[in-house]
């Protein structure tokens, strides 16, 4: 037995349309998690499929901003100690002629590491809610990969 839904459980074009709309909008920062509560609050009673879709477009798009304030915290923690370990260097190297350690340097690039990082955690995000989209529009169940579980649950309990 497959996971399918049959021919008569398909959702509807609209309700298919609806819950793509709820995952693509994930390539908004920021502002893209209106359209899914907006998208859930409207058709939450209606239409279990895009209730289910737009309650998880929702969790997923409140974790890729979290996910980026962590990051942008990260950032400026490298970015700070990095003037931090330049007024250390320069301090030790004001009463000596000798060159300071090339291991001073290595912090210099942690900032750019972390904003890298970043930049490639956010074009995941973006491709993993763009493969939401096209599932929910192919009328295809879609659950990411650990929230999708823990909102059937919520659902399921109320």
């Known amino acids: 037995m497959s996971?399918?839904?049959?021919?008569?459980?398909?959702?509807?074009?609209?309700?298919?349309?609806?819950?793509?709309?709820?995952?693509?909008?994930?390539?908004?920062?920021?502002?893209?998690?209106?359209?899914?509560?907006?998208?859930?609050?409207?058709?939450?009673?209606?239409?279990?499929?895009?209730a289910f879709q737009s309650l998880q477009a929702i969790a997923f798009q409140l974790t890729m901003i979290l996910s980026w304030f962590l990051g942008m915290g990260c950032y400026m923690?490298?970015?700070f100690s990095?003037?931090?370990?330049?007024?250390?260097?320069s301090a030790a190297s004001k009463g000596s002629k000798t060159i300071t350690?090339?291991?001073l340097e290595i912090p210099f690039l942690f900032p750019f590491v972390?904003?890298?990082?970043?930049?490639?955690?956010?074009?995941?995000?973006?491709?993993?809610?763009?493969?939401?989209a096209i599932?929910?529009?192919?009328?295809?169940?879609?659950?990411?990969?650990?929230?999708g579980h823990r909102i059937e649950r919520f659902l399921n309990s109320n």
């Open 3 to 50: 996971n399918e839904p049959s021919v008569s459980n398909l959702p509807s074009q609209d309700e298919r349309v609806m819950a793509a709309l709820s995952h693509i909008s994930a390539v908004l920062p920021f502002m893209g998690v209106i359209a899914p509560i907006i998208i859930w609050a409207t058709q939450k009673n209606k239409s279990p499929f895009v």
């Open 77 to 79: 923690c490298s970015f």
């Open 82 to 89: 990095m003037f931090a370990i330049m007024a250390i260097a």
């Open 101 to 103: 350690s090339p291991l």
């Open 114 to 132: 972390i904003m890298a990082a970043m930049f490639v955690v956010m074009v995941i995000y973006d491709v993993y809610g763009v493969l939401a």
């Open 135 to 147: 599932r929910s529009l192919q009328g295809k169940p879609f659950r990411y990969a650990i929230i």
